[in-house]
């Protein structure tokens, strides 16, 4: 008979439960390529087409800059509810700004600009979290509500008179009529995602999301990585800002009102840790895709809207409740 202890691990057992753990942390892109199967059985005529497809990664562009800025406050241990509101309000100062205020200012001054808005706010967020101890929950949700309503009380109406190349990032075409928004979201979310992983400061978000006390312990200053990354969330919030104006033609009154929930949603579907210290930036990308291409292809079978924003929810309590197990089971793998 075996002497072995039959509640330790064997190296084989392990193996086999580590690589289901890095499956389910990784389960947004099988659910991507099911859901979209799925449209194309259903929908065979239009959605498989590359103007489809294009079209849904054009869609997902300025919402991927606003979910990648809540997934990085997320790994940091952190979240933005304002994120949204920064993206509205900066967009709106800035068309204002163009439009009204100073018509005669070019385009790249306006791109600076809206970054620099999205970059303050930002640094205003981290501030009062990391050094002044206020509540994320508190001093975001206190900013979504007043840069809400700062739109309002900047313009009602939409601002269409905009330079050309302010419009192009969001709304321009490079070589094969291919959106510059999509090869932008795509070197964005390439840039974080390898500057997070091989990068010093990388290094110490995910050590302050994982354990911001041993981070301490280790000389992380801990304040300054928290408020570096709420000025990089705020400035990827504008960046989604600028690109809904491109995409829109203008800047409107509820730019970016809606944008919080799909972005929180889609870092979570993604397998961004609810907790910090743990999620890739390339899985935040596959929950914005799985959630565009879900109201996609319900917009082209003709769903009532209402019943999309529900589904919305429901993709993202689903991807909750499977998190929760995802956390149950490596908790358990870890303790064997």
Known sequence: MSTLDPNRVLPEQYDEESLIVLFMDNLVWPLLVVVFAAFVFLLPETFLTTRNIQFLLYTSAALGMIALAES????????????????????????????????STPGIVGIAIILGIGGFIGMMNG????????????????????????????????????????????????????????????????????????????????????????????????????????????????LGGLLYTGFLGAATPTLGQNALFPAFAAAVIGGISLF??????????????????????????????????????LVLLGAILLYTFIEKYRSRLLAE
């Open 72 to 103: 990085i406050c997320l790994i940091s241990g952190n979240f933005d509810l304002s994120v949204g509101s920064i993206a509205g309000f900066s967009a709106m100062f800035t068309a204002t700004l163009l439009a009204q205020w100073f018509p």
């Open 127 to 238: 501030f009062s979290i990391s050094y002044l101890g206020v509540n994320p929950f508190l001093q975001t949700l206190s900013f979504l509500i007043i840069f809400q309503g700062g739109i309002l009380v900047i313009s009602n109406t939409s601002q269409t008179a905009l330079p050309d190349l302010y419009t192009y990032v969001g709304g321009g075409a490079i070589v094969g009529n291919i959106p510059f928004a999509i090869v932008l979201m795509i070197v964005v979310f390439a840039f974080f995602g390898v500057a997070l992983k091989y990068s010093r400061f990388g290094t110490k978000v995910y050590a302050v999301g994982g354990n911001p006390d041993a981070a301490e312990s280790a000389g992380i200053n801990t304040k300054r990585v928290v408020l570096f990354v709420y000025i990089i969330s705020g400035m990827l919030s504008a």
């Open 276 to 313: 910090g210290g743990r999620g890739k930036i390339t899985g935040a990308i596959g929950g914005v895709l799985l959630l565009g291409t879900v109201e996609a292809g319900l917009v082209q079978l003709r769903v009532d809207p209402n019943v999309i924003r529900t589904t919305t929810g």
